[in-house]
């Protein structure tokens, strides 16, 4: 990257973390937060991991199952809790959040200059996306994983000889402990990548191209890695299954707030509709080529935020990755020279 492009990227990753940053300050220990750290507080404290219920008398007298999932986050909430005290939750927060939309930003600078303005636009929603959903809670951490996930899927797409698609499987391992219950994503996502890698095909816009055996190869092998890398946990195997049997249990779909469908009449889910109706935009108006890929992406994610708000954040950060492609491509190389 040339040296006035670095600095211009310097620049918009000061704009993006700053707005963040403020956006973010109000954020409050929300939901469960208190119970995730008394979690924590007790895995610290016995230097174990429990397996069954330990806070309630019905818990412990019918030795309920306690699939601890997250108890990673857990250890780190309590810990930043006994750090910094009640400022511990928005400072987790911050970090997070920081992290997340600055990594989205310089992961994707060769992208963003290719229209600076819809850059800007883009990131300012997404911290509107983000506000409802970011608290204290271990979704925080997969939220950072699916990033980096996505930027190994991407490159590797791009350029059969990167190393970064190795990381998946350590990244699944990491998922399992620190927020198992979406740690299905990484080995989806890469079969995704293979499915829809398979073909050469055209048929009006929409468009597949076949990735080479190797590609398909080390897809595979990383995907069959990273589903035995999920294994690594408390909980063993079971943790490979638990994503898709908690997703089946529709008493914690109807009372969990965060699994409702987005709805209009409701002002937090505006900027939701207004994510779908900016991806969807593109891809539907554009003249460009529909790449198979992209389409399964996007269009899969689209049908879960349809169904449970959760996925908004998860759309959006998968169509980071996707959706510069089909803008139009700006003048912005004007733009560099200002700061040269």
């Not at 994707?108 to 929603?125: C, Q």
């Not at 930027?151 to 797409?157: D, H, N, Q, S, T």
């Not at 349809?306 to 959006?316: C, G, Q």
């Amino acid at each position: 990257m040339k040296k006035v492009e670095r600095k211009y990227l310097f620049l918009f990753v000061i704009f993006v973390l700053g707005l963040t940053s403020i956006t973010l300050a109000r954020t409050l220990p929300a939901y469960d937060y208190w119970w995730h750290t008394k979690a924590g507080e007790y895995m610290v404290l016995n230097k174990a991991i429990p397996y069954t219920d330990v806070f309630s008398w019905y818990g412990i007298e019918n030795s309920l199952y306690w699939h601890s999932h997250e108890w990673l986050t857990e250890v780190v909430l309590y810990l930043t809790d006994t750090i910094f005290g009640s400022t511990g939750a928005y400072i987790f927060c911050i970090m997070t959040s920081m992290l997340l939309m600055g990594g989205l930003v310089t992961l994707n600078g060769s992208h963003i200059k290719r229209n600076v303005r819809f850059a800007i636009v883009w990131f300012s929603l997404g911290i509107l996306v983000f506000m409802p959903i970011i608290t204290a809670r271990p979704h925080m951490i997969s939220f950072l994983l699916l990033m980096f996930t996505m930027k190994a899927l991407m490159k590797y797409r791009d350029d059969e000889n990167s190393k970064w698609v190795w990381s998946i499987p350590v990244i699944s391992m990491l998922w399992a402990n620190f927020h198992g219950g979406s740690s299905n994503l990484p080995y989806v996502l890469t079969f995704l990548i293979v499915i829809t890698g398979m073909f050469n095909f055209k048929l009006g816009r929409l468009a597949g191209s076949k990735l080479s055996k190797k590609q398909l190869k080390t897809l595979i092998i990383v995907g069959v890695l990273s589903i035995g890398a999920i294994a690594i946990n408390p909980h063993g195997l079971d943790m490979i299954s638990y994503p898709y049997i908690n997703m089946q249990d529709d008493f914690m779909l109807s009372i969990i707030n965060e699994w409702r469908s987005p709805d209009l009449k409701n002002m937090n889910d505006i900027f939701i509709f207004i994510e779908l109706f900016v991806i969807l935009l593109p891809l539907l108006l554009g003249k460009d080529e529909l790449d198979l890929t992209d389409l399964g992406f996007i269009g899969g994610l689209v049908y879960l935020t349809f169904k449970s708000i959760r996925f908004s954040v998860l759309l959006y950060i998968i169509s980071t990755f996707i959706i510069f492609k089909y803008i139009p491509k700006s003048k912005d190389e004007r733009d560099f020279k200002q700061f040269s």
